[in-house]
């Protein structure tokens, strides 16, 4: 984190700002001289922040039971890392960008990784079939991991949070237009993916959450590898667990649930509106994962495009203040309001991001919204 005001003189202490601000606590100054350089700029947000500030007990209310443990660290090593190593899986197969120490662009023209396991033995994760059919709406964690039946123990939210994300905005689509998620054929475009593109592995878990479906989900993006523009693949088994004797290596293993269900995944390099052309097929949904769109005015052109085709779109972001800034983008080009209002994401990542540029509460996931 680097002090609000940096840039307005060349008088910036070093290190990380010692003062916040008084009202809110979201904005960090090196000075209480850039304290007050900064303020009008700052105070239009302030309030806001304020607020914002206020649902940080709430987006850490998790049922895990190493939610809280992580914040504890070792000297020298970010959190995150410390807890990843304190379970044996810093810097390994699909955890390896969910360490602070791992960059998004020295791994990506790796392969689509779908044979990498959790590393976790099998108490610990859902590396075969449900036990039960999901019968009812899930709208928590606890919920998932329940019908799992996974402990809280269990750090896997850490990466499903992805295909968990993709099912709730499902759910929600499938609400607004009074129709079911549960059957047929479902056409999703996926925008913006990054860290998840060496993680596509675990969204085989959505033949569990959605088991009489078809899912056809197609990555478009700048991160997709330009020599992976193309690339089809299909998911038709769950992340393996650490156990060598367990059922999940079975090449017969039993599908009494979901029986031919399969996950086909297909990857785009390049900006939405100017692949849309490339398109297997119209989407039935958007969904644009830590979309960040007011950061990056290569959105409003995807904005556009996916206002005239009608086709309804879900968005997340890290923050609420993320979020806010999106939605006033997205309604400056639509002329409408959210179709889904700004609202906390249950299924979000577990663990807080750090070194980020506010003391927001900040999340993977955190936020959702919709046009």
């Known amino acids: ?53 206020q649902r940080a007990d709430l987006l850490s209310n998790l049922p895990f039971s190493f939610s809280k443990v992580t914040y504890q660290g070792c000297e020298g090593q970010s959190l995150r890392c410390s807890f990843l190593a304190s379970i044996g899986v810093h810097l390994k197969a699909l955890w390896k960008l969910e360490c602070s120490c791992c960059t998004v662009a020295d791994s990506l023209d790796s392969n689509s990784r779908l044979n990498d396991g959790w590393e976790l033995p099998c108490s610990l994760c859902p590396c075969s079939e449900p036990t039960n059919r999901l019968a009812t709406y899930l709208g928590s964690w606890e919920d998932y991991y329940q019908w799992r039946c996974l402990p809280f123990n269990s750090p896997v939210a850490l990466l499903l949070h992805w295909p968990l994300t993709v099912f709730y905005c499902v759910q929600l689509y499938a609400s607004q237009r009074s129709v079911s998620s549960a059957v047929g054929k479902l056409y999703i475009h996926y925008l913006g993916p990054e860290k998840e593109l060496l993680q596509l592995a675990v969204f085989g878990e959505l033949r569990a959450l959605l088991p009489c479906v078809q899912l056809n989900i197609e990555f478009f993006g700048p991160g997709v590898p330009q020599a992976r523009d ?7 088994t769950y992340v393996q667990c650490s156990d060598g004797s367990c059922s999940c290596k079975s090449s017969c293993q039993e599908r009494s649930i979901h029986t031919n269900s399969v996950v086909t995944l297909k990857l785009h390099n390049g900006f939405y509106h100017d692949k849309f052309r490339y398109m297997d097929a119209r989407p039935q949904l958007v969904i644009a994962p830590n979309a960040g769109i007011a950061a990056y005015p290569s959105w409003l052109p995807s904005i556009k495009l996916i206002n005239e085709m009608g086709v309804p779109a879900i968005f997340t972001d890290f923050c609420e203040e993320a979020a806010f800034l999106a939605a006033r983008c997205i309604c400056s080009v639509t002329g409408h309001p959210l179709s889904i209002p700004i609202q906390v994401n249950p299924f979000r990542q ?3 991001m750090e070194d980020q540029a506010l003391y927001l509460p900040c999340y993977s996931n955190c936020f959702i919204f919709g046009m």
């Open 1 to 53: 984190m680097e002090c609000a005001a940096k840039g307005r003189d060349n008088n910036c202490v070093p290190g990380t700002p010692k003062r916040r601000c008084g009202n809110c606590g979201a904005v960090g100054y090196c000075s209480l001289n850039h304290q007050k350089l900064h303020w009008n700029d700052h105070k239009e947000e302030c309030a806001r922040f304020e607020q914002q500030m």
């Open 230 to 236: 193309g690339e089809t693949m299909k998911i038709d």
């Open 350 to 352: 577990p663990l807080v």
